[in-house]
């Protein structure tokens, strides 16, 4: 068993004992990437979670994405495929899966997805829209699922016209209302994900997010607006990526976010030093030069694709090589060099952990954190 694994089944057994072990893994990982600044051979690719895009199929037409459309159109994961996939990453001592789609929801398999995962071991954790999360969560639950995130993309109105169906939002709230009857948040963790983009960077916005998320007793994930994701739909103008002048606007925003962090530090899943980082990856996008922990990742798409990240380095698929013979190749091990090094579309993805483990990223917002909380 691999030191990792120990740690997990530690950190399982004995609770009080989680902070202190994650506070290791983080001081082990800072130290793996201020080496391989250096000496790049350290970097070694080591999966800590799959995202399985199950499906490609969608119930929404949102602005910002091309699930559904013109993106693996018609592709969906066989229900022996990922049965596959979960064994072989069992073997792997892989932690955590996430269900992702498209709408993973409208999986036929996706509650027997759920259950193989958890009689395999595999953490497994879903991102769905939600509209029909309440018809589905007691067989989810009861096959294991106990953590769902979901996309916030405002209230009423403005809700209906980014996912452009009308009348999804109140869907949203019912299946939200019922879901929450039915298991409070000491037995389902719901996570919302806001979508930081150049419409919903103000307070007003950030303010709504936050009742939003206490009403159904959950955290909050900020996500900002992505530039090179291959399924990322920018719309016609570009409407929702920032521009140069958008600075001032996005730097209040996220002033407003470190003062609710330091205020209620379990309700934004990002630390202090990520949520300062926010402004340079909304302006500056590829400009980042912050060495890439993709190494830690796996993607697989709803065509059986599996790329190291979500934006590059293919590796194989799954409908020609089982998944565990793309683990810890050559290729993969590569991969995860050529990540570090940005040799790619330098997107954000992994954006918070990636500047707390950088040295001079975690210097430079860390300082810059602890000006903006004196100001």
Not at 232 to 261: M, S
Not at 325 to 340: E, I, K, V
């Amino acid at each position: 068993m691999s030191i990792e694994s120990l740690a997990r089944a530690l950190a399982r057994s004995v609770p009080q004992t989680a902070p202190a072990l994650k506070a290791v893994y983080r001081s082990r990982e800072r130290i793996i990437s201020d080496l391989a600044i250096h000496w790049p051979a350290v970097v070694r690719a080591r999966t800590e979670k799959i995202t399985i895009a199950i499906t490609a199929h969608c119930n929404l037409r949102c602005q910002g994405c091309k699930y559904g459309r013109d993106f693996m159109p018609g592709s969906q994961l066989p229900l022996d495929t990922v049965r596959e996939l979960l064994e072989d990453a069992a073997e792997a001592r892989v932690p955590a899966v996430r269900l992702y789609g498209g709408e993973p929801l409208l999986h036929p398999d996706v509650v027997e997805m759920v259950r193989i995962a958890s009689d395999l071991g595999v953490g497994c954790y879903m991102t769905t829209n939600g509209l029909v999360l309440d018809r589905k969560i007691a067989d989810l639950h009861a096959a294991g699922l106990r953590k769902v995130t979901i996309g916030y993309y405002g209230e009423g109105e403005a809700f209906d016209d980014y996912v452009q169906r009308p009348g999804r939002y109140q869907r949203l709230l019912e299946s939200l209302e019922a879901t929450r009857r039915q298991f409070g948040p000491e037995d389902l963790e719901i996570q919302f994900n806001f979508l930081l983009s150049r419409r919903t960077a103000t307070i007003e916005a950030i303010d709504a997010m936050v009742a939003f998320a206490d009403r159904f007793q959950g955290s909050i994930h900020v996500d900002v607006v992505h530039y090179s994701l291959p399924y990322f739909q920018e719309g016609p103008e570009r409407e929702l990526q920032f521009r140069p002048d958008d600075r001032p606007a996005v730097e209040r925003v996220v002033d407003h976010l470190l003062a609710l962090k330091r205020a209620r530090p379990k309700l934004l899943t990002e630390s202090e030093i990520a949520l300062a980082s926010f402004p340079d990856w909304a302006l500056k996008q590829e400009e980042m030069r912050v060495p890439c922990d993709a190494r830690k990742l796996l993607w697989v798409g709803a065509d059986g694709s599996v790329m190291l990240c979500y934006v590059t380095f293919p590796l194989g698929n799954l409908h020609e090589t089982r998944l565990r013979d793309l683990l810890g190749t050559r290729a993969h091990h590569q991969a995860a060099r050529d990540a570090f090094a940005l040799n790619c579309p330098n997107c954000h993805c992994e954006a918070a952990s990636r500047v707390e483990k950088h040295g001079p990223s975690r210097r430079k917002y860390g300082a810059l954190a602890a000006q903006r909380s004196g100001s």
